[in-house]
């Protein structure tokens, strides 16, 4: 009816359209276009500056919940009888009072399709990639395991042809136990063996996939420590096939491993990989370490002015390690390609947010102890995922120009 009524539309459309043409014949040429705003979480100051708020309503619908089949029985907070915690959302001070949006699943994996993202080091990576399997999972449900190459964990998603993984390299380098023989002298200090770490190999489980991701996140660092590695089962660096002397302490030879494994990446790894080092999960035992009764059954978040108290080396509390290796993490990728992802801040106000008691398991804190290192799953992994994504997507898209 419009268009009998109204022929002057008609008339009108072609010299609009022409007007609009000639206005874009003499735009600037493709080449240079216009930067785009950097999306909120997608910039590398994104985690490092900004508080917790309460998620905006409406606040969306979970991703997933106890039942995701990616999940990990001890981080499955509400399955284990934890109650939900507060619906917290992280408001970066870029972002103007915004919060990271929570990750766009479908979104994500069409911009990554037929691509491949590896997560590579310990369990607090681990807890990284169960978070978000499970997200991805709610725009895919034929998504299914996926361990080849070595991986410990991961997922495939057949509708993007996606593979999300995890492999499990706690000291990223290689390391394997050498028991102490009978008659040796080294067995009289009460040293059963030591675990022959080779600084200059990556482990079995990483070494042959540096060519098949498209994204790589590595970390290391909460295995280093004597709780790990006590003087009865100690750390032996070696290099070049032979013990490095005189013999490293574990801190140093944490050092060592660093250099030698982010040059490793730096030279293997192909360029055009999106690599990024994610820096240490901060621990909230209050009142002891994890075998001293160490607690964090709480639902409060620390203040911004209590965090150097928990966390400052300089103070000497339980929970200090991860500043401290996190300042060699930095040191190690200096000038590497290698970019930092920073997520130790903001985790460091959550001590609201870890398993604590709701292990799922009768006896588990009668001998572990509470978990106050990983994570409940939804949690605070899933702002480490929203900004992850974040800065996956802003790199795809840089990508394809
Ligand atoms: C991580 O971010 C926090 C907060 O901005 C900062 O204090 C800390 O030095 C950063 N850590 C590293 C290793 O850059
Ligand atoms: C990695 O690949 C090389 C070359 O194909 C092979 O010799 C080696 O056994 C592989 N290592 C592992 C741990 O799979
Ligand atoms: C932990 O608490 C229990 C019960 O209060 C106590 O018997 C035990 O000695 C404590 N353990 C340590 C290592 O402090």
Redesign the pocket.
């Known amino acids: 009816m419009l268009r009998l009524r109204h022929p002057l539309v008609l008339l009108l459309l072609p010299i609009t359209l022409t007007i609009l043409l000639l206005h874009f014949a003499s735009s600037p040429p493709p080449s240079s276009p216009t930067p785009q705003p950097v999306p909120c979480g997608a910039a590398l100051s994104d985690a490092t500056d900004g508080r917790w708020v309460p998620t905006p309503s409406p606040a969306p619908p979970p991703l997933y919940s106890a039942s995701c089949p990616f999940h990990r029985n001890a981080w499955n907070c509400l399955r284990n009888g934890r109650p939900q915690l507060a619906a917290l959302s992280w408001a970066p001070t870029r972002c103007g009072g915004a919060v990271v949006p929570r990750i766009d699943a479908a979104g994500f994996l069409a911009a990554a399709r037929g691509r491949r993202i590896g997560l590579v080091g310990d369990s607090l990576s681990e807890n990284l990639v169960v978070a978000l399997l499970c997200a991805l999972r709610s725009s895919d449900d034929g998504a299914r395991k996926w361990k080849r190459r070595g991986a410990w964990r991961g997922g495939y998603f057949p509708r993007e042809d996606v593979v999300v993984a995890y492999h499990r390299a706690v000291l990223l380098a290689k390391y394997t136990w050498q028991p102490v023989e009978k008659s040796k002298e080294l067995q009289k200090d009460g040293v059963k063996g030591y675990y022959r770490v080779d600084i200059d190999i990556p482990a079995d489980d990483w070494v042959n996939v540096t060519k098949f991701y498209d994204v790589l996140i590595f970390n290391t660092g909460h295995w280093w420590d004597t709780y790990k590695f006590p003087k009865e089962t100690p750390l032996v660096f070696y290099k070049g096939g032979k013990p490095i002397e005189p013999p490293l302490g574990i801190h140093e030879g944490l050092k060592v491993v660093l250099k030698s494994m982010a040059s490793y990446i730096e030279r293997e790894v192909p360029r055009k990989t999106l690599k990024l080092w994610r820096t240490q999960s901060p621990r909230h035992f209050y009142g002891?370490e994890w075998?001293?009764?160490g607690s964090c059954v709480s639902d409060r978040l620390l203040e911004e002015h209590e965090l150097n108290h928990w966390f400052d080396p300089m103070f000497g509390g339980v929970n200090k390690e991860a500043r401290m290796v996190n300042s060699e993490i930095k040191e190690a990728i200096a000038g590497t390609d290698i970019q930092l992802l920073n997520l130790t801040y903001m985790s460091e106000f959550r001590a609201d947010a870890h398993p604590a008691i709701w292990l799922g398991k009768k006896d588990a804190v009668a001998v572990y102890g509470q978990d106050c290192m990983h994570w409940c799953l939804p949690g605070v992994p899933d702002t480490w995922v929203d900004i992850l994504a974040a800065q996956i997507l802003h790199y795809l898209k840089k990508g394809k120009g």
């Open positions: 002891g075998d001293h009764n």
